[in-house]
Each structure stands twice: as C-alpha cells, then as structure tokens.
C-alpha cells in the first residue's frame, strides 16, 4: 500500500508540473484596413511547447509559432483568433481574441485646379476629397500650404498625400506638380570654345527655330561687360585671359524665363616651332612644323592669330621663301641645299604683334 500511495504522489506531481497556462496578446482590436498585428503567446508549464493558431476554431496552416502574424488586414481577416499551445502531458487553448476592421476611406477626387507655372515658381494648386472611414479627417499635403481639402505654393516635384480620419487610418496617394517647359536651346560658339588673346573675338549662336519660341534674350559674357540684347548670333571680344561662363537669359512665348550657360576658354597663344626638316620623300616631318602649345593638334597656329608673315632667308641674307597667312608644313623645301636657313615670322594679334626668329636646319632635300 505504501508503495502505491508513493506511486500516485510522483504521478500527481508529474502531472501537476507539466499543466500548461497560456494567454494571448492582444485582446479584442479593431485595426485599419492594410495594417498588420501580431499575436503573441505568454504560456508556463513544462516545455517543449507545440503551437496551432487557430481562425474561428480552425487551423492556420503553418502557423506553429508562439506568434502569428496578420499583415495586409483586409475584411477577410477579420474573425476569432486563438492558439493551441501542448506539450507532453497537456493542452491549452488561450482565450478568443477578435479581430475587427475599421472602415476604409476612399479618395472621390484628386486633381490640379490651376495652370501649369513657369520652371522656378512654386504656384501649384492641388485639391482633394475623400470618403467612407470616420471623420473628421486630416489632410497631410507634404508640402505647400494647405487648407484643408485644397492646397497652394506647391513648387515643381513629387509629393505624397496622407489623409487620417478619426480612428488615425490613413490612405495615401502619390500626386506631382508640373511645370511649363521652356525650350531647351543649344548654343554653339565660334571659331572654337578655346580662343586666344590675339584673336579674341567670339561669334555665339542657336538654332533660328528656338529663336522662333523666343520673345526677348540676351548675351553676358563673363567678364563685367554690357549685356548684350536680341542679337543671334552675337559677337564679342575679350581683353583678359580665363575661363569665361556666357550665358543666354531669355523668355519664352509662355512668358517663362530661363538661362543656358556655354563656358569658353581664353589663353595666350604659345607656339612650338619644329626647326630641323627632312624633305627625303617619305612625307616624314618633310615640312616646316609650327604648333600651338597645350592645344588640339588638329588646329592650325594661324587660327590663334589675325595674320602672320613669314619670311626664310638662306645664310646669304637671300629670301628664298615668303608667305602670308602661312599655315603649318605649307613649306616644304625642294630643290636647295641641305644646310642651316634663318626664318622670321611676324604674327599679328589684337593687341600686339608676336615676332618670332630662328633657325631651320635643313637634312635630305633634293
């Protein structure tokens, strides 16, 4: 007898221990439509624990956690929800929790009550009204200054309407304000966007067919002179030398104004003179080289200046060479003797004349 009373006392206390109490978080709720909850389990007892959540007494398959989450809370997910917690030698079912739904607001309109402003101008004009939830409701713009349903001083961009009712359920709705387009004009400068103190002058231009868009505009050249008004093309010259930014302002038919930028390049001319050549009949250095420094080898050294006059003289003192306007390599001796040649090259500029002397060696001519 002894022995059984001893035996029923572990199997009591056995029993006792594994008992499970369990509980669920939160209670009854009413949530916004596409909100999320999460349901959580407080539970005691003898582990491990075993979990099934449960919808109006059903099983949730797969939901075997010690939480259950609802994401996207439509009026489908609305019901009694509960967890089976077990473990070895008991069951718990915690208390029902209902999960309700708040109802949901819907825009009726959204649109634009103004017209489109200039590029620059915060003048949008935007007005909305929704419906359903509880009211009152609160209009959140993102921007501007609102009143209520509408909203102004709205500058160019994207925004993000938030409308909260009386529970704090929100819809939201993406809306952009525009601006008028003013025309994308292209200048184009010449005689290139790198020019030289010696030849300072610039001629800037765009197309005819965005002048035809135009009403007015006008040229600054970056260096503290007059603008210069209704001109296409217009012309200028510079009497320092740096990086000049010219700038077109101008207005549009739509009475909207606008500025593009072209950024030129003004600098000294420097020349590299070659002075050895070799006429041998390869058509290898066969001419007499002269370059701008520091520039596109592609453009000629009379470019950078007005005029230029270059003379060669043999060791004699006699002219066997004389040229005007003289480009690169357009001398190519034939027909003298190898030997040791003087030259003189007087290039002409706006404000002074550079004069430059040398020698050129003759090798190979026939």
């Known amino acids: 007898m002894k022995n ?62 010690s939480t259950y989450l609802v994401k996207d809370i439509s009026s489908a997910d609305t019901g009694q929800y509960r967890c089976r917690v077990t473990n070895a030698t008991d069951t718990c079912f915690t ?56 909203v102004f001083g709205l500058c160019e961009g994207e925004y993000t309407l938030k409308v909260y009712d009386a529970n704090y359920c929100h819809i939201d709705s993406a809306y952009e304000i525009e601006v008028l387009k003013t025309p994308d004009i292209i200048t184009e400068v010449l005689p290139d966007t790198v020019i030289y103190l010696q030849k300072p002058t610039i001629f800037i231009q765009f197309p005819d067919t965005s002048q035809a ?12 002179s007059p603008e210069v008004d209704n001109l296409n093309p217009a012309s200028h010259s510079y009497s320092s030398s740096g990086e000049k930014m010219i700038t077109l302002y101008f207005t549009d038919l739509n009475g909207c104004s606008d500025s593009v ?36 080898p592609e453009r000629d050294f009379n470019e950078a200046y007005l005029s230029n006059e270059l003379v060669v003289f043999d060791r004699n003192g006699k002219k066997i060479y004389a040229k005007t306007n003289y480009k690169s390599e357009e001398w190519t001796p034939k027909n003298i003797a190898n030997g040791t040649y003087y030259y003189i090259l007087r290039c002409n500029g706006e404000f002074k004349t550079d004069v430059f002397k040398g020698v050129i060696t003759v090798i190979g001519s026939k």
């Open 261 to 296: 930028t072209h950024l030129v390049n003004v600098k000294e001319a420097k020349l590299k003179v070659y002075n050895v050549i070799t006429p041998n009949g390869d058509e290898w250095n066969a001419g007499f080289a002269i370059e701008l420094e520091d520039d596109d």
């Open 95 to 150: 208390e029902q929790s209902r999960l309700g739904i708040n109802p949901g607001m819907h825009y009726d309109t959204l649109y634009r009550y103004n017209e489109l402003g200039c590029p620059g101008t915060c003048k949008g004009q935007m007005k909305a009204l929704v419906s359903g939830g509880v009211p009152p409701y609160d209009y959140q713009w993102g921007g501007g200054y609102s009143q209520d349903t509408i």
């Open 213 to 224: 868009r135009l009403t007015n505009w006008s040229w600054n050249f970056g260096d503290n």
């Open 4 to 65: 059984l009373l001893t035996v029923l006392f572990v199997l009591i206390s056995y029993l006792v221990a594994g008992q499970i109490n369990c509980s669920v978080t939160p209670g009854d709720i009413n949530k916004c439509p596409g909100d999320s909850l999460r349901y959580l389990v407080f539970r005691s007892g003898t582990a491990p624990f075993f979990y099934q959540w449960q919808k109006n007494s059903i099983d949730i398959a797969g939901a075997n956690d």
